[in-house]
């Protein structure tokens, strides 16, 4: 099982699963970080919330992630819950919550802070019909998850949605 971490975030990535973890250069302004996560090849090319990545799922794949937004996010009702889902259900996922829709796929979306740092968790199932096969998936990654505290002073988030 291969570990990946940066800028605070840290990932035991379960079995078949690749990621990634940057700070995305902008022209308009500093950003946060954002971490990716997939059970399929993620492109290079590819937006905050999947753009460019999700089109390619197959009914079996499962793509996440987790992005931090600014300083004044916190303290927020958007950000109120303290801490990531310990766990999702099947019932968590919706084909109406995609950013995108795409035929036969599934979402969830869940806003919290942690460490004291405001986030996003974004995944997206490969097949809305195998979520009870694929959400236990889903949460070896979100229990293999790390988040600590980072030096005050970073950006606002900017995500790019493509």
Request: charged share 10%.
């Amino acid at each position: 099982m291969a570990t990946i971490g940066a800028h605070g975030i840290t990932a035991r990535l379960p079995q078949g699963f690749e990621g990634r973890i940057y700070v995305r250069p902008s022209a308009v302004g500093p950003t946060y970080p954002v971490a990716q996560f997939a059970t399929f090849p993620i492109p290079d090319e590819v937006g905050d919330f999947g753009s460019g990545a999700v089109n390619l799922m197959g009914p079996g794949d499962v793509f996440a992630t987790l992005f931090e937004y600014g300083p004044e996010s916190l303290g927020t009702a958007l950000f109120a819950r303290q801490g990531r889902p310990a766990a999702l259900a099947a019932a968590d996922f919706s084909p109406t919550m995609l950013r995108r829709g795409l035929p036969g796929q599934s979402g969830t979306q869940w806003f919290f802070t942690e460490a004291g740092r405001p986030f996003s968790f974004y995944a997206v199932l490969g097949s809305h019909t195998m979520r009870h096969v694929l959400v236990p998936r889903l949460n070896q990654l979100v229990t293999a998850l790390g988040v600590t505290a980072t030096a005050p002073g970073l950006p606002a988030a900017r995500p790019l949605w493509n």
